[in-house]
């Protein structure tokens, strides 16, 4: 099992050092950044000194370890736009998105599941064809249309919801939250249902399908000849087994929902990380584009090791030294 762990945390490094190397050559291939910081009136002698103090005389290498270790230690140098620390706008905006993509992630993970599930075992029911059936509108609709249509419903017919913003907020430290405020909750509804359809329809679909396939195997034979209640078959044997793959894609779902909340965010004008890169991307503000790429990047990483520390809780042939088995 250790070694199973730390071979995820050398594959997790490999993708960091690889995203963090692209990030890094955006600095060298997206502009001149000592003209983005000292612009077009500076003279010669300012931009050489700059240069110096910047460290772009040094060797590529050189630059490169200079910029993982910042990076390593949360610095990501100043916004070209804003002349602030890019650590600083990312710690701003973090809450918001956070909050956001992991109530998502919950509404897309409960639903899906439990709707998955029920159309496994009443698959022939007409519910369940109803909502397989709504589910191809989940996947079919692209997500900027179902958070329109969601305005147009609960904000600008019924006027039950604020179309954008985020509310009230309260401070919790450096953490603001609107979990707290009966604004900053209504604000987060139509956002949340937004970004997490299409998640829903994905696990939901996926959870039918595997769990149907399991339905069918020897093991759950044998387990109704015992005489095994139906009920405790379905929940304890056949969604275990299913939950394994799910497992998967709701963890690299989750560091998709956060890395292309975009969309969502610029629907509803939501003050997160989507909206701080789009603006970084209008005035090609490298430091906060490389920021939010390794950001990105490290969301991912630690999803993928928590999907397999749950692999190995889940899986008991994976805590017995050999993975393949259980393949």
């Keep these: 099992m250790l070694?199973?762990?730390?071979?995820?945390?050398?594959?997790?490094?490999?993708?960091?050092l690889a995203v963090a190397f692209i990030a890094f050559s955006m600095f060298r291939f997206v502009g001149d950044p000592v003209v983005n910081m000292l612009g077009q009136e500076a003279t010669l002698q300012d931009r050489a000194e700059l240069t110096e103090r910047l460290g772009l005389n040094d060797p590529v290498p050189l630059q490169f370890a200079r910029f993982v270790g910042d990076a390593a230690r949360g610095d990501f140098g100043i916004s070209y736009r804003q002349g602030r620390k890019v650590s600083s706008l990312i710690l701003e905006r973090l809450p918001a998105t956070v909050e956001l993509a992991v109530l998502s992630a919950i509404f897309a993970f409960v639903f899906g599941v439990g709707l998955g599930v029920y159309a496994a075992i009443r698959s022939d029911g007409w519910i369940a064809n109803l909502v397989m059936s709504l589910s191809l509108i989940g996947v079919s609709l692209p997500t900027f249309l179902i958070g329109i249509g969601l305005i147009y419903i609960f904000a600008v017919e019924l006027r039950w919801l604020p179309s954008f913003g985020r509310g009230d907020t309260v401070a919790l430290g450096w953490w603001s939250t609107g979990l707290l405020t009966v604004s900053g909750l209504k604000s987060l509804v139509m956002p949340v249902l937004t970004l997490g359809f299409l998640q829903l329809t994905l696990i939901m679909r996926l959870v039918r399908s595997e769990m149907l396939e399991v339905m069918r195997t020897d093991f759950i034979r044998f387990a109704r000849a015992r005489g095994?209640?139906?009920?405790?078959?379905?929940?304890?044997?056949?969604?275990?087994?299913?939950?394994?793959?799910?497992?998967t894609i709701a963890g690299v779902q989750l560091g998709g929902v956060i890395a292309f909340a975009i969309v969502t965010e610029t629907v509803f004008q939501w003050p997160g990380l989507g909206a701080l890169f789009v603006n970084a991307v209008q005035f090609v503000d490298v430091p906060v584009m490389s920021a939010y790429l390794l950001f990105v990047a490290f969301v991912f990483v630690l999803t993928s090791l928590i999907v397999d520390l749950v692999y190995v809780a889940l899986d008991p042939r994976l805590r017995s030294g050999n993975p393949a088995m259980a393949k």
């Design 3 to 16: 070694a199973y762990i730390l071979r995820s945390l050398m594959q997790g490094i490999i993708v960091m």
């Design 228 to 247: 095994i209640p139906e009920r405790r078959i379905e929940f304890r044997h056949a969604l275990r087994n299913t939950l394994i793959p799910v497992i």
